[in-house]
C-alpha cells in the first residue's frame, strides 16, 4: 500500500508550495489539499504563463490528474467558481477531475463579515488577516455551528437561513449592520455551480486510492509558523498547518504518512501582523523585497523581509516530522557581499536555540555570516553548477536541521528546480 507525502511550508507561508507541487504532480496519481482555504494564494509560472490558485490544488495543470479538495479545507464556493471559471477560460475543464470533500467546510458572506469584525475591534492589536473570513468559519465548525458542502445536496435553505440568522445576530451585537444582499445573491448563485461537481467522502475515496497502490500528495497552504497550535500565536491562521493536520484534513491514519516535503525560502518572509525575530527594516530587506517579488499574492499587500531563521526552522522540521528539505529563491540573495542566518535567540540575556512560548517577547535573533555567492543562481541547470560559498550555505543549513535539502529553487518558472542526487 502506498503512502501519501505531503508538502508543505516551514515558515511563514509563501514559501513556494504551488510551484513544487505543480513541478512532483507527474509522480502521483492524486493531488490535495487538507487545510485552510482562499487565505492561500499557490503561484505557478510556466511557458510563460503565471497561475495563482487559491482553493484549488496545484496539481491541475500536469498530466490530467486527478485533484481533491479534502475535509479540513473551508470552502467560499464563489471565490472558487471565479477561480474555476477563470481556469475553464485557459482551457482547463475542472468539473471531471476535482472532487470536493462532503465535510469540507462552506465560508458563507456573513463570515467576512465577521472577520472583518473582528479585526476592527482588535485595533492595534489585528492580526491582519486575509480578510476572507477563514478564523470565523474555522470557529464554527469547532463550536458545530458550520454548514458543510455536503449540505448543499438537501435543505440547504433552511440549513443556510438558520446559520445566516445566527450570525446576523453576533454582527448585530457587535453593534455592526451592513447589507450583503447583492454578495448573498451572487453567493447563492455559486451553490448552483458547485453542485455541479463530484462530491465526495474524501476518506473513503483516499483510503482506496492509496489501497489501489495509487500515490498521493498532500498540499499544505500557509506554514507551520502559521499553525493554530504552534505558531507564533494569537498571529496565526484557524487551521493546522503542520503534517499531522494532513491526517485530519484528509482522514488517513498517521501510518499512511510517508515523506514530508518541507519547503522554505533561503531567507524568510511574513504577511500580515505578528512576531519575526529576523525582520530587516533596512535596504538588505528592500532588495529581498524587490527582487523577490514580494507581494502578497491574496491581498497584493507588502510582505515584510529578512534573514532566514534556523530556529523557526527547526523548529518546524521537528513538528512535521521533515524527510527532505526544498529551498526556494536562491537567486533573490544572489548579489549580497554577506548572507546572514539566525543560529540562536537572546531572549532576556539568555541564549536559546528554542522557539519560545512568547513570542511577542523581545528577541534578538545571533547571526552566523556566510560569504555571498554572487553568481546568477537562474544559471544553474544542475547541482554541478552551484558555487562553494552556496554548496557552504546549504551544507551548514542541513547540518543545523539535520535534513538533507533534496531540491533546490532557483527561479520561478517550472523548469528553475534542481533535484539534488542523494
Ligand atoms: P506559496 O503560497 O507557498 O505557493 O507561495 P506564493 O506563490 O505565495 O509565493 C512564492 C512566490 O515566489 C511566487 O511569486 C513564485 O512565483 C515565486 N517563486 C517560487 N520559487 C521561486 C524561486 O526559486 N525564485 C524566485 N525568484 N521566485 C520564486
Ligand atoms: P499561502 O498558502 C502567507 C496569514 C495572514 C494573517 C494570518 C491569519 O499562500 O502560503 P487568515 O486569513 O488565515 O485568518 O490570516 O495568516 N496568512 C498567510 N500568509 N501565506 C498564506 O497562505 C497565508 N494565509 C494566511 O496574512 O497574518
Ligand atoms: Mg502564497
Not at 43 to 52: A, I, M, R, S
Not at 169 to 182: N, R, T, Y
Request: charged share 25%; aromatic share 10%; with cysteine.
Amino acid at each position: 500500500m502506498k503512502k501519501v507525502d505531503v508538502l508543505l511550508g516551514l515558515q511563514w507561508g509563501d514559501e513556494g508550495k504551488g510551484k513544487v507541487v505543480d513541478v512532483l504532480t507527474p509522480h502521483y496519481d492524486l493531488i490535495a489539499r487538507f487545510q485552510g482555504g482562499p487565505n492561500a494564494g499557490h503561484t505557478l509560472e510556466f511557458d510563460g504563463k503565471k497561475y495563482v490558485l487559491r482553493s484549488i490544488p496545484s496539481g491541475i495543470f500536469q498530466g490530467g490528474k486527478i485533484n481533491a479538495i479534502g475535509n479540513g479545507v473551508v470552502l467560499d464556493p464563489l471565490l472558487f467558481m471565479e477561480e474555476a471559471e477563470g481556469l475553464a477560460k485557459s482551457g482547463i475543464n475542472l468539473k471531471e477531475r476535482l472532487y470536493i470533500s462532503k465535510k469540507a467546510h462552506l465560508i458563507m458572506p456573513t463570515h467576512r463579515l465577521l472577520d472583518a469584525a473582528n479585526e476592527a475591534r482588535k485595533g492595534d492589536a489585528k492580526i491582519g488577516t486575509t480578510g476572507k473570513g477563514i478564523g470565523p468559519t474555522y470557529t464554527d465548525k469547532v463550536s458545530r455551528n458550520g454548514l458543510r458542502v455536503g449540505d448543499i445536496l438537501s435543505d440547504f435553505e433552511a440549513k443556510y437561513a438558520k446559520a445566516k440568522a445566527r450570525h446576523i445576530d453576533i454582527l448585530s451585537s457587535m453593534g455592526e449592520v451592513a447589507d450583503f444582499s447583492e454578495l448573498e445573491k451572487a453567493w447563492l448563485d455559486s451553490i448552483s455551480y458547485l453542485r455541479e461537481f463530484t462530491l465526495i467522502d474524501s476518506e473513503y475515496y483516499i483510503n482506496d486510492i492509496l489501497k489501489a497502490d495509487k500515490s498521493v500528495l498532500a498540499e499544505g497552504a500557509q506554514g507551520s509558523l502559521l499553525d493554530i497550535d504552534f505558531g507564533s500565536y494569537p498571529f496565526v491562521t484557524s487551521s493546522n498547518t503542520v503534517s499531522a493536520g494532513c491526517c485530519i484534513g484528509l482522514g488517513i491514519s498517521p501510518r499512511h504518512i510517508g515523506n514530508v516535503y518541507g519547503i522554505f525560502k533561503a531567507y524568510c518572509t511574513r504577511v500580515g501582523a505578528g512576531p519575526f525575530p529576523t525582520e530587516l527594516f533596512d535596504e538588505i530587506g528592500e532588495t529581498m523585497c524587490d527582487k523577490g517579488r514580494e507581494f502578497g499574492s491574496v491581498t497584493g499587500r507588502k510582505r515584510r523581509c529578512g534573514w532566514l531563521d534556523l530556529v523557526a526552522l527547526k523548529y518546524t522540521t521537528m513538528l512535521n516530522g521533515v524527510t527532505d528539505l526544498i529551498m526556494m529563491k536562491s537567486d533573490v540573495l544572489d548579489d549580497f557581499e554577506e548572507i546572514k542566518v539566525c543560529v540562536a535567540y537572546e531572549i532576556n540575556g539568555e541564549k536559546t536555540e528554542h522557539f519560545p512560548f512568547d513570542t511577542t517577547a523581545e528577541i534578538k535573533p545571533l547571526y552566523k555570516s556566510f560569504k555571498g555567492w554572487q553568481t546568477d543562481m537562474t544559471q544553474c541547470c544542475d547541482e554541478a553548477d552551484f558555487s562553494e560559498p552556496f554548496n557552504e550555505y546549504i551544507r551548514f543549513i542541513e547540518s543545523y536541521l539535520g535534513v538533507p535539502i533534496s531540491i533546490v529553487s532557483v527561479g520561478p518558472d517550472r523548469k528553475q528546480t534542481i533535484v539534488r542526487k542523494k
